[in-house]
């Protein structure tokens, strides 16, 4: 088992080096010359060179690029180009509200989608199936950006249940926080229960006609126990793989939900800094979701070690 | 007279429209043995399902009675049915592999069976599940408890199971197919110890099975099931030495058994195959440093002759495969010789090895997964003629009718898909299939064991009229010593990767040199009852 | 290589019997019948849409729906919603399609490729990874600010995204076939890898394809509204039902129509996939067949 983390743990590693690559590629291949951008577009070419070589532009691009790793393990992205704050503190005062919104998002989308997916499962053929499915049938297709709009338009603004737009932080004021965060964190978190109720039924549906749970059947057994000891347990391994997934789309739901309720998010700042050009950022905040994924994903892997027995003696089953 | 413990009058089940059981009766009094025998779809496990009210998907009751101690149980609730199954009546079901849960410890699901029904509480359920486990014929059962069934071998795993069937001392123990996913010297001792535990504890014993002998031998009385009915009802001895029905005949005679007269020996000795001193080793990826290194084959020699076939026999794990896909060229051998009409085949490469392999064609065990679903029987036939390039269109399409017609099928299955076939058509296609490039060589591995007994009789019919007009050698590998009896001129007995015995199948067969061989004897089951 | 009879027939086979039971599935039914609507809409925009999507009418903003001449009435610029959902529809189609032909291009050969070739795997398996790492709407977000805005950028940018899961998906068959005891017998005939790869792997693993397009399908089209939305995908004057939404958003309080529409044409094209996909889905699976 160790060596299957150790594996992992070097595939990870791997991963993030090759994604400072491409990012840091992939900045340089924006359109239009940072260093003019910096000075001014008026500005006279000794000026702009000045500029460049502050920026440190003119080396040899390898040279560039172990700086900005260099820099960047040390928490040091530079300056924003557009207002000279340092990068990292604008990443520290819009991470958390990502951060808050992600996981009450992700934790709704869990709750919601599990107990979905087990009505869903246990009432095979009967009304309570055709709901929950009609649920995330309707989830998956509407696109959840539309429906904050008309969350915003009815809810917030014409029935002035919620706040239409703001933050306030949940450590500071727990419940005005949360309050502040719930309409948001539901919107995105709508398809996400979506898609862990789908699995958690389809993998539920499995497990519940399987060769061992008929046998768990003729020990006597109740249907209840079976459902819940055996089938469900079984579905968590399902649901934890999908939870590592879905974290992808919600950061780039977190995107869209930040703009449609103000919030100071990161994706506020990625839009912002992506039409302002302001490349240090925009490396900084590529560079902090990426890393995030694929950390996350990897306290996934170890996580499976936990809930299934088999990964802890076998390294990967499947 | 006793009142009979379980009894079943005129059950009729059906999944949804299509009837399953149709007019079923039979009784088990108490401490009685009763085997139900039936082929796939003859519906004796559903019959056995019916009883403890666990029919699968849209399977139902749609007549007759079931009574349990006289109380009709044929529509009873749910709280009914759970006192029942566990406490009255206990399963053992039939694949080891599938029937324990994966994810939780195997002593927790033993003594999950005494907390169902109240018996004792969780400490003592934790203490009575060692000692279960104990009695089932685990070693160090204390410290086997705690771990979980991806850490058991097959064998280790039915023994849990009937731990758990048994664990609340049921006055019945259903038995489905309890053994046919095992090797059949494990066979043996599982039976042996499930036949001591239920005699012990006079529990009554209902056992469900494919295969006539085990049944004869394990069974006071047989119940022989086909298509849903009752085909005939007797004692083990009678049914099996003087079956009343033309099917139990039907069914008696096919089974392959050590007795069959052996082949006439055939006078060519020209050698076809030669294997000299060949092995296989996997490196294995250790779990601690270094790792070490496997030998899957170890020095194994033999050789077939032209007409003639030599068969590899041994259980799970002996080799006898991987011996086969070295000979095939599917796997490289890392030592030894090959020799295919006495041109060495170990290190082939390009145009050699291809015509080497258009001398030889396998046949596979599982005709449902070797052949491609979506191709039609035409394409399948004809697909080592247009690998090898043979002919055109117009040839082959004759070619296909003719090599259809060699396997008896009739040429209007050309235009069908597998799956609208039957596992024996099938097989049937699959040795078209190999025939196509007029091999001189058929390496058949396992082509019969997935059928069932009556379709594996003129399977084996078919190869060895087909050796007889084709003049064609077959390389036989098989677990089942009754299927080599009737098909193989010399036989090789393989365990752990090395030939323990080898020679003409009269003199290992009758009378081995090998305890190993000697053992595999005496495992077959029914081997005495057919003797006798 | 030998040209057969053999090959349209099979896949003609089984698509038969597929559609048998799409055909009782009443969800893929409906699934379908929205389908073609959406279809029909996209394709005959030109020929059903009234007006030209960015002819403005100054003198009739804000009309209600229903209004003589604006079926679905009018925007801030007296644009006829009908015409620009028409449009608007036209436009997530062709993105969505697009990307699945980007998707399935790149992803499936690459998949059947790392399938069958383990040191391909490696390799194959971490650019995977790689991709993954980079959440969809940040790559598109980075691509659309390299390349620019623009339909067919917005295509390429939701196609790369789907690479990798069609990888996985298909290279997972990939695996699943070669061990197959057909693919063996065809080994000991001496099939070549591409014969194998061609003629056995591939069209095994199409129902799983097909599947998967589907799900990318949906996706794009959702995908692209969320970028026009944002601005980084298809950009003005042409017509989005992304942009559409981010025009309405700035005038929802006066009037909500421009805002409601546009969204109920996503939803149904979504709902089209999904449910024609799932149906699809349940009809291709084996063990789910009844």
Redesign the interface.
């Known amino acids: 088992m160790l060596r299957h983390l150790l594996h992992r743990l070097w595939q990870s590693a791997l991963t993030l080096v090759l994604a400072s690559v491409v990012v840091f590629i992939g900045v340089r291949a924006l359109p239009g010359d940072p260093a003019t951008a910096m000075a001014g577009e008026q500005a006279d070419p000794a000026a702009i060179a000045a500029v460049r070589a502050q920026l440190g532009l003119d080396d040899p691009l390898p040279v560039q690029y172990f700086k900005f790793v260099g820099h960047a393990l040390t928490g040091d992205f530079g300056k924003s180009v557009r207002t000279g704050t340092p990068v990292r503190e604008m990443i520290g005062a819009t991470l958390p509200v990502t951060v808050q919104l992600a996981v009450f998002a992700m934790i709704i989308a869990v709750l919601a989608g599990m107990a979905g997916g087990v009505v869903a499962a246990v009432s095979r053929g009967r009304w309570p199936e055709w709901a929950a499915n009609g649920f995330s049938l309707l989830a998956l297709s509407i696109p959840t950006f539309w429906l904050g709009i008309l969350a915003v338009l009815y809810l917030s603004v014409q029935l002035g249940w919620f706040p239409a737009s703001g933050y306030v932080s949940p450590f500071e004021q727990p419940l005005r926080g949360l309050y502040y965060l719930a309409l948001p964190a539901v919107i995105l978190g709508l398809a996400h229960a979506a898609v862990v109720q789908r699995q958690t039924r389809s993998s539920m549906v499995e497990t519940l006609t399987a060769d061992f749970v008929r046998t768990a059947r003729a020990k006597g057994l109740g249907r209840g126990a079976v459902v819940f000891r055996y089938a469900l347990r079984n579905s968590l391994i399902v649901v934890t793989t999908i939870v590592g997934l879905q974290l992808g789309g919600l950061i780039a739901g977190a995107v869209v939900t930040e703009r449609i309720f103000s919030l100071p998010g990161i994706g506020k700042l990625t839009l912002d800094s992506v039409f302002t050009r302001d490349y240090p950022v925009i490396q900084a905040v590529v560079l902090v979701i990426t890393s995030a994924y694929i950390v996350i994903n990897l306290l996934v892997d170890f996580l499976y070690t936990v809930i299934d027995p088999r990964m802890r003696v076998s390294g990967r089953t499947r | 007279m006793t009142e009979p413990l379980l009894e079943i009058n005129d059950l009729e089940v059906s999944f ?1 429209d299509t009837p399953a059981v149709r007019g079923v009766s039979l009784s088990v009094a108490p401490g009685e043995r009763v085997a139900v025998v039936g082929q796939s779809g003859s519906g004796k496990s559903t019959t056995a399902h019916a009883v ?1 009210g ?1 029919l ?3 399977g139902r009751v749609t007549g007759g009675t079931i009574r349990w101690r006289g109380e009709d149980i044929t529509h009873a609730g ?1 709280n009914r049915l ?6 009255e009546v ?2 053992v ?3 080891p592999m ?7 410890r195997v002593g927790r699901q033993v003594a ?2 005494l907390l ?2 109240r018996i004792c509480g969780r400490r003592e359920a934790w203490a009575r599940a060692v000692e279960l486990l104990g009695q089932a014929g685990l070693t160090e059962p204390a410290r086997r408890a705690r771990q ?1 069934p ?2 058991f071998s097959g064998g280790m795993r039915q023994r849990v ?1 009937i731990a ?1 069937g048994l ?2 001392r049921p006055d019945l123990l259903i038995a489905d197919e309890p053994t046919s996913a095992l090797d059949v010297t494990v066979q043996r001792q599982i039976l042996d110890h499930l036949d001591g535990l239920t005699r012990e504890l006079g529990t009554a014993l209902l056992l469900v099975t494919h295969d006539l002998g085990l049944a004869a031998e394990r069974a006071d009385r047989v119940v022989v099931m086909s298509e849903g009915e009752i085909v005939e009802t007797g004692a083990a001895k009678q049914v099996l030495t003087a079956p009343r029905e033309e099917y139990t005949q039907r069914l008696v005679a096919a089974a392959p058994s050590l007795k069959t007269p052996s082949r006439r020996p055939v006078s060519s000795s020209d050698v076809v195959l030669e294997v000299e001193h060949v092995s296989k080793e996997y490196r294995l990826r250790g ?1 601690r440093g270094r790792g070490g290194v496997l030998r899957a084959v170890d020095d194994v020699s033999f050789t077939v002759e032209r007409g003639r076939t030599t068969a590899i026999v041994g259980e799970s794990g002996s080799g006898k495969t991987t011996t086969a896909r070295m000979v ?3 796997v490289p051998a890392t030592d030894g010789r090959i020799r295919l009409d006495g041109a060495e085949l170990a290190g082939l490469h390009g145009a050699r ?2 015509a080497a ?2 001398t ?3 046949v ?3 005709p449902y ?8 029987v ?2 399948i036939v ?3 003629l ?4 043979v002919g055109d ?1 117009g040839s082959r399409r004759v070619k296909v009718a003719e090599l259809l017609d060699q396997v008896a099928l009739p040429a209007a299955l050309a235009q069908r ?1 597998p799956n609208e076939l039957s596992g024996g058509q099938r097989q049937r296609v ?1 040795i078209a ?1 190999a025939l196509a ?1 007029g091999p001189r060589l058929v390496v058949c591995d396992e082509a019969v064991s997935a059928l069932d007994v009556l379709v594996q009789d003129q399977i084996l019919g078919l190869l060895s009229e087909l050796q007889r007009e084709l003049g064609l050698s077959y390389l036989f590998i098989s677990h089942d010593l009754a299927v080599v009896r009737s098909l193989a001129h010399h036989v090789l007995v393989m365990k752990d990767g090395r030939v323990v015995e080898q020679g003409p199948v009269d003199e290992v067969l009758t009378a081995p040199s090998d305890p190993y061989t000697r053992q595999l004897l005496d495992a077959v089951p029914g081997a005495t009852a057919f003797a006798g | 290589m030998t040209i057969d009879a053999g090959t349209p027939v099979p896949l003609a086979r089984v698509r038969g019997r597929t559609l048998g039971r799409l055909v009782r599935n009443p969800m893929g039914v409906a699934g379908g019948v929205l389908l073609l609507i959406v279809l029909v809409a996209g394709v005959f925009a030109p020929l059903l849409a009234p007006y030209a999507p960015a002819e403005v009418h100054f003198s009739t903003p804000f009309q209600q729906p229903g209004t003589v001449g604006f079926g679905l009435g009018t925007d801030d610029l007296g644009r006829d919603i009908l015409s620009r959902v028409l449009y608007g529809t036209r436009a997530s189609l062709e993105v969505g399609a697009l990307s699945v032909l980007f998707a399935v291009a790149l992803g499936v050969p690459l998949g059947l490729l790392s399938g069958y070739w383990r040191w391909l795997d490696a390799i194959v398996s971490r650019l995977a990874d790689l991709m993954l790492a980079f959440p969809f709407l940040i790559l598109a977000v980075g691509l659309a600010a390299i390349n620019g805005g623009g339909l067919a950028n917005a295509a390429v940018a939701l196609g790369i995204a789907q690479i990798p899961t069609m990888v996985r998906v298909v290279r997972a068959d990939t695996l699943r076939l070669k061990e197959t005891d057909f693919v063996l017998a065809a080994h000991t005939m001496h099939a070549g890898p591409w014969r194998i790869l061609g003629q056995h792997v591939l069209p095994n693993a199409l129902p799983v394809i097909i599947v998967q397009a589907t799900v990318i399908m949906p996706a794009a089209v959702l995908g692209e509204a969320i970028l026009s939305f944002l601005g980084l995908g298809i950009q003005p004057p042409d017509p989005s039902l992304g942009i559409m939404l981010s025009d309405a958003q700035q005038y929802l309080f006066r009037t909500p129509w421009p805002g409601i529409f546009p969204g109920i044409a996503l939803a149904v094209i979504c709902l089209g996939f999904n449910l024609f996909g799932d149906a699809l889905r349940d009809a291709l699976d084996p063990k789910t067949s009844r």
């Not at chain 2, 997964?369 to 039609?376: C, K």
């Not at chain 2, 247009?386 to 390039?389: E, S, Y």
């Open positions: 949804g403890m666990l699968p998907g849209s749910e759970r006192r029942l199954r566990g406490r206990g399963l079901p039939q694949d599938s029937n324990l849960n994966p994810v939780s999950e069976t169902a029904h979980y991806h850490e199971l758990i664990a609340c779990q095939l060229g599917l090895l291809r392999r258009q030889m064609q396998p596979f065990q599982d997964a070797s052949l491609d679903p979506m191709w039609t035409e394409r004809t697909e080592p247009r690998t090898f390039g269109r898909y699959a299939r490039l």
